[in-house]
């Protein structure tokens, strides 16, 4: 069982940036791919970005060259620092975990947090 706890939304102008924290309970989180989902309101949750054990690392095009996924093993905690924040990027944020490799669907993942919110002020 993995526990998920993500930490670092807030409210910032368009332009500035975030970094989100997701900490991981267990003494195998090197072994999971790791994931930052999204989900707007009355939008389906989508995949930002993802990172698996070997540092292979996966992103929404709409979010290449402005977030960067990271991982501290011996932190247990992922990373998504969000540089040049747009209005569009406002959604509740969601780490999520699994034991294989990274996917870009969000029904293959095992674990997941209660989400942080973002909001891109115009």
């Known amino acids: 069982q993995v526990q998920l706890v993500e930490s670092g939304g807030g409210l910032v102008q368009t332009g500035g940036s975030l970094r989100l924290s997701c900490a991981a309970s267990?003494?195998?989180?090197?072994?999971?791919?790791m994931g930052w989902f999204r989900q707007a309101p009355k939008k389906e949750r989508e995949f930002v970005a993802a990172?698996?054990?070997?540092?292979?690392?996966y992103y929404v095009d709409s979010v290449k060259g402005r977030f960067a996924i990271s991982r501290d093993n011996a932190k247990n905690t992922v990373y998504l620092q969000m540089n040049s924040l747009k209005p569009e990027d406002t959604a509740t944020y969601y780490c999520?975990?699994?034991?294989?490799?990274?996917?870009?669907?969000?029904?293959?993942?095992?674990?997941w947090g209660q989400g942080t919110q973002v909001t891109v002020s115009s």
């Open positions: 990172i698996n054990s070997n540092w292979n690392i």
């Open positions: 267990g003494r195998t989180f090197s072994n999971y791919a």
């Open positions: 999520a975990a699994r034991q294989s490799a990274v996917s870009w669907s969000r029904l293959n993942y095992d674990y």
